[in-house]
Every structure is written in C-alpha cells, then in structure tokens.
C-alpha cells in the first residue's frame, strides 16, 4: 500500500508542494482564467470559493491535465510540468474528486479501490485475498474500519462513496487532492464526516484543495480560503485573520 506522506524537501524547499504562476485560459474569445497564481502545501486544506463562472473548475482541469493552458507555469514538488491528459497528472500523484465520484455501484469497495489497476499474484491470477486486506487496512487508516471492504458500492450512503473515492486517491499515492464540493448532496451528519475526513487528510501531509460555496464548511476546515472573481484572483487569507463578509466581498469584486 502507498505510504503517507510527510514533507520532505522533495515537496519544495519552502514547503510548497504546487507552485502556479500567471495561469491563464481562453476558449475561443472567453478569458476563463486570467494570470492566477497560488501555491498548495502539504498538510494544508486550501479552500477554493468564487460564483459560478469565477473559473474553479478551468483552474482544476488546468493543474489536472484536463485542458492545457495558454499562459503561465505549473510547477510540482519543484518541478516544472505540462500535463497532456488527466492520467499524466494521477501518475504524478494529483487526483480530483468530483461530484459524481467515478464509482461503480455494481462493485464492491475493494474492487472501485483497485478499479482498472487490479493486483495480481505471481502467477498473474487476480489477488482478491491481497487487495480487500489492503483496503481494509486503508479504511482503518482514515478511521473509516467500520465500512467493509466487500460492501457493494451501491447500497453504501453517499458519505461512504465520498470516502471510498477518497480512499482509492490514497491508495495510489495522491499527494494532491481537489475536492469540487464534496459535500453537496450530503445528509448534516455525513457532512460532518466528510469534513473531518478532509481533516485527517491535511494531518497525514496530503495537499488539500477543498472547493465548495457553503462558507460555513470552508471555515470550519480550510487553513487559506482562495477567491476568484471572473477568472482572475480576487484574494488569499489565513482563514483566522479574516470572515466570512471580506470573503463574500470578494467574490463578488469588491475590494
């Protein structure tokens, strides 16, 4: 199983894992993303706010490999990248998790743990003993022993799915986690779980960028909260040396 991370000096001398410098994006003749730049740390939570169309999920796609950017840098564990696809990304151990999650209810969670990167014995035969003990071993490590790695996917809460997505960006070694509003859709209860869960993550050295509208949630979890406006960066602020009426003016321009 992947070890959990700590920083090292590997992750950027100055304790920076993702370095971005004057990012841009257009389509056609829209300006999507406008010279943003921001650096994500390692036992961070860095929430990311803006209105609809403030270009949260271009600057994902962009870090992500989903799109190429027309301006700036991408730099990672202090080295420059330019991604082709989104699996360039994974490789380097950048993982999005999004709404729908990419989970296969028909499956149980060992077998979306390992989904397309099935382990094998020696002899090449599918190694179903090895990979429900390490998924059992990895939802312990997050504090999540009570769900079972045999469970189907489908019957399982959607705080549940969220962890075992979650649990399967772990597993494969991300180091950098987006997380575009994981807790939308969610019961009060799962909510809360879901936000400690980002919690554990931060503790364990992975570089958290939580995207979500509710402020309440981005407050509660985040260490920096980041606002765009219309493509381009409208702020950065220690989330204890700020409130929710400076961020909302903000993300709507005003400063």
Sequence with gaps: MADQHTMTPADGADGALLKVRGLSKRFDHVVALDGVSFEAHGNEVLGLVGDNGAGKSTLIKLVSGVHRPNAG???????????????????????????????????????????????????????????????????????????????????LSGGQKKA?????????????LFMDEPTAALAVVEIGKVLELIGRLRDTGVAVVFVSHNLLEIFSTADRIMVLHRGQLAGIRQTGETDQDEIIKLMMGVR
């Design 73 to 155: 840098e991408i730099v990672f564990a202090d080295q420059q990248v330019a991604f082709a696809t989104p699996r360039d990304s994974r490789e380097r151990g950048i993982e999005v998790i999004y709404q729908d999650m990419a989970l296969v209810d028909e499956l149980e969670v060992w077998e979306n743990v390992f989904l397309g990167r099935l382990l094998r014995t020696r002899v090449k035969t599918i190694d179903r003993r090895r990979m429900v003990a390490e998924a059992a071993e990895l939802l312990e490590s997050l504090g999540l022993g009570s769900l079972s790695p045999t469970a189907q996917v489908g019957y």
């Design 164 to 176: 075992v997505a979650i649990s399967r960006a772990l597993y494969w070694d991300a180091r950098l």
